[in-house]
């Protein structure tokens, strides 16, 4: 079933989700070579704790930190730990809070240094097709013109869409009604409508699209070891159209 929210709700998912894109700017401005991937997630609830909101991923289904960061290979759902950025790494920051009972939730790629130049055009093909996938969140189009927008833009571009993983809706929980594919034919599923709100999120990779999970039992990576990259806004649909909830 698919919630739809009135104005007053899309209000506090916003601050919910401009918080949310804060706390990503701030852990992007301290992505470096040398630094540990617990350090952001320290920073991440550091933010939080200033801005009186709940992290929203930490304890969701036993995952035991506040931010998702995976790097090169890992697709989604990197645990923060010991490990150091190095020049040239990818990372995909993933993150979300909740705020007065509403969840907001994005994720970016950012570059580590100089990364490979094929690294940079599939964090830009992965970004625009988030984009390409927003466009599409109106009413008269259908849930599945946004995977079909998404899909497009990444596979035109020589890159994997990821399969295993999906975008969702979002409110009062994290992952509500509809999963949103990133990939499909256009016109099917649900009528998009005003009040509906989604995360769009594609996962892609330079080479296959086929991923495995780790022994940790949550980090997901490519099978081919190919760099992923990751971009993800929450929006919401209003009488005046797309609202992007995740922007500064
Ligand atoms: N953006 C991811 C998602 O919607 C974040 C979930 S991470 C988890 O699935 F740790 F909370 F699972
Ligand atoms: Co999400």
């Known amino acids: 079933m698919i919630l739809l929210k009135s104005l007053k709700e899309i209000a506090k998912m916003m601050v919910a989700n401009r918080i949310v894109a804060e706390i990503l700017e701030g852990v992007k401005e301290k992505v470096r070579p040398g630094i ?16 009186r909101v709940e992290p929203a991923f930490k304890g969701y289904r036993g995952y035991p930190r506040s931010i998702c960061v995976s790097v090169n290979e890992e697709v989604v759902h990197g645990i923060p730990g010991t490990r150091k950025l190095a020049n040239g790494d990818l990372v995909s920051l993933d993150f979300g809070v ?19 130049p094929e690294a940079l055009a599939l964090m830009e093909a992965t970004e625009k097709s988030l984009y390409a996938g927003i466009d599409q969140v109106k009413v008269g189009n259908h849930l599945t013109d946004i995977s079909h927008a998404v899909q497009t833009v990444v596979e035109g571009a020589g890159f994997g869409v990821v399969r295993d993983f999906v975008g969702h ?5 994290l992952h509500e009604d509809p999963q949103i594919p990133n990939f499909g034919p256009p016109g ?17 990779a330079l080479g296959s699209h086929k991923v495995r999970i780790l022994k940790d039992g949550w980090t997901a990576v490519t099978q081919d070891g190919s760099y992923a990259a990751h971009y993800e806004h929450s929006v919401a649909l209003t009488e005046n159209g797309v609202l992007i909830l995740s922007r500064l």
């Open 36 to 51: 540990e991937t617990q350090e952001l997630d320290e920073l991440a609830e550091e933010m939080c704790r200033q801005r």
């Open 98 to 116: 909740k705020y007065d009972g509403y969840y907001g939730d994005a994720a970016i790629t950012v570059a580590v240094g100089k990364v490979a």
């Open 169 to 173: 809706g979002i409110g009062r929980s």
């Open 188 to 204: 099917r599923g649900p009528a998009l409508q005003v009040g509906m709100t989604l995360a769009i999120e594609p996962m892609t």
